[in-house]
């Protein structure tokens, strides 16, 4: 009887350390949405949400999955916004080159 009650809390300490990795990926993943339009920050937290999704992939599918996803979402929607604020500063600058000839 005792064997099966240790066995049980080493299943659940095992259990609290191996799905860390997941669900912080899952949590930088959802800070990730917020901040994707913040320049630097917007670009490296979903970075690292899609690494530790990948490395708690195999300690816990499901919430790395969602951790990936997410990372991925955000930093499509960061480097995209990096873009377009690229692209408007030099055809500001273009405007602005074409006012002084």
């Not at 912080?24 to 901040?35: A, D, F, P, Q, Y």
Request: charged share 15%; proline share 3%.
């Amino acid at each position: 009887m005792q064997q099966g009650i240790t066995g049980e809390n080493r299943a659940r300490r095992n259990f609290k350390q191996h799905d860390s990795l997941a669900l912080t990926s899952l949590i930088l993943g959802l800070i990730g949405l917020v901040v994707w339009v913040i320049p630097l920050a917007g670009l490296i937290i979903p970075v690292l949400a899609v690494l530790l999704g990948v490395l708690g992939r195999s300690r816990d599918p499901e919430m790395s999955r969602g951790g990936i996803s997410l990372g991925f979402t955000t930093l499509l929607l960061g480097l995209s916004y990096t873009v377009v604020i690229v692209y408007f500063l030099y055809a500001g600058m273009d405007d602005n080159l074409g006012n002084l000839l």
